[in-house]
């Protein structure tokens, strides 16, 4: 067997492999004997198939197998003993002729290969990039207590309406006269907000109600164009809408005020478990504490982009073998279209650039992950989960069972594998570059964020 290898402009290769007889014969030859063992053909005993019978009917599949993986495997040990760093997968050569493998050898196969650009990237101490330190401050602690409390509130009944209430009552349509229609809609224990009321002279018309008030208003004018509110409220499809126009009495059974839970002892167990925490204060630092290695993940993450678009910028526009890689990008979305190729082509190739140079800073940093890393990568996502539901105090166990759920969908875990590197590689290079560090609010880094 012979290969070759050209690439003369360092990123569009062409592998040959010319194969001889004597490279896949003692294969076939193996693979028609173990057929012939096996062989149940009528009028012949188990293993006593002839030979020249089994050559004939399994003979050229058998030969075209043992070719196919010895071409597998001769790619795969020339690109890694060679060190190649191939873009994707190898594609029969578009210079590739048609082979008849029913002559006698030699067979000639060529592939188009995607090379990678060669560049260098390297990050020093004379490199200097942001880092933006997000301040806890009272605010920001205050804004926390009050999303604590909120959670854990409840609502109280209230003798009169204020601006934000729940109402609940009895809802029946009017005739023309304001009187009660007869065959008319009627809502039980119908809830509604007055405050998301769209028009003014609507939501006016429940200022200062009680309970017991019967208040005539129109659901439609109320909300002009919110079919979704009127179809919800007077418990109708959007359809029926047109027919139920005009106004209606709502008879007020019950106002209720939703109050935050008070800041005391109860909440402190709630949040952080009985007993963690003694004392407003207490609360309050245990708050800022959190806050701080929440917030700390946020500027990491921002140094992470800043990061990359430094190492972008220093290295410059790289060249790629455009025409293959848009044939490779073919190949793996056949179920797409040009369109779809020529469209995502650059954005895909802005996300290989990173990879790449990634992988250059992930070898300068030395880092290496295990098993453990990529689990505490998706532990982080677990209390990450949990936290968006007021789950801040969920024990280790529960937080290990939930992570190791993620772990089994494979589709997940090259994303933790990802988020691994990405936390060693922040804390490798924040002690390596110098870091410019700008102390900024969490609503000015959220605005920065959001451009």
Not at 90 to 106: N, T
Not at 259 to 274: P, S, W
């Amino acid at each position: 067997m012979k290969v070759s290898f050209e690439n003369p402009d360092k990123i569009n290769a062409l592998l040959t492999i010319t194969v001889e007889e004597d490279d896949y014969k003692n294969d076939v030859e193996k693979t028609l004997k173990d057929y012939r063992k096996r062989a149940n053909i009528p009028g012949f005993r188990p293993g006593q198939v002839p030979m020249g019978m089994i050559k004939r009917q399994f003979g050229a599949s058998a030969k075209m197998d043992a070719i196919n993986k010895l071409i597998g495997n001769e790619i795969q040990k020339y690109i890694a003993d060679n060190k190649i760093q191939m873009l994707g997968e190898p594609l029969a050569s578009e210079k590739q002729e048609a082979q008849d493998l029913d002559k006698p050898a030699p067979y000639t196969f060529m592939f188009d290969i995607a090379v990678a650009p060669e560049f260098n990237i390297e990050l020093t101490g004379k490199d200097s990039i942001d880092y933006y330190d997000i301040s806890v401050d009272d605010k920001l602690v205050d804004r926390q207590v009050e999303m604590f409390a909120s959670r854990t509130g409840k609502y109280e009944n209230q003798e009169s309406y204020s601006d934000g209430d729940m109402l609940k009552g009895d809802l029946r349509e009017l005739d023309e006269q304001g009187n009660t229609k007869e065959d008319g809609l009627t809502v039980e224990a119908a809830v509604l907000m007055p405050s998301y009321i769209k028009v003014d002279d609507q939501k006016k018309l429940f200022d200062g109600a009680k309970a017991g008030d019967i208040i005539t208003f129109n659901p439609r004018k109320a909300y002009p164009e919110g079919d979704t509110e009127v179809s919800s409220l007077l418990k109708i499809k959007k359809e029926e809408i047109a027919e139920h126009e005009g106004d209606f009495s709502y008879q007020i059974t019950e106002i209720q005020r939703f109050k935050n839970h008070a800041v005391d002892q109860e909440l402190f167990d709630q949040t952080f478990g009985e007993g963690a925490v003694k004392s407003e204060e207490e609360f309050r630092a245990k708050i800022a504490e959190g806050l701080k290695a929440q917030l700390t993940n946020d500027s990491d993450y921002k140094f992470l982009l800043d990061i990359r678009k430094y190492a972008e910028d220093k290295v410059g526009q790289l060249t790629y073998p455009d025409a293959l890689l848009k044939r490779i990008m073919a190949q793996n979305n056949q179920d797409k279209d040009q369109e779809f190729i020529d469209k995502n082509y650059e954005s895909s190739l802005k996300e290989l650039s990173w990879s790449l140079i990634r992988n250059k800073l992930t070898e300068q940093a030395q880092v290496k992950i295990n098993d453990e890393d990529v689990k505490n990568a998706a532990r982080e996502t677990a209390r990450m989960q949990f936290a968006q539901y007021g789950m801040n105090n969920v024990p280790d166990e529960y937080v290990n069972n939930y992570a190791d759920e993620l772990l089994k969908k494979q589709e997940t875990v090259q994303n933790f594998v990802d988020r691994a590197i990405d936390v060693k590689l922040v804390e490798a290079f924040k002690g390596v570059v110098k870091l410019n560090k700008k102390e900024i609010s969490l609503d000015d880094f959220n605005k920065m964020m959001g451009e």
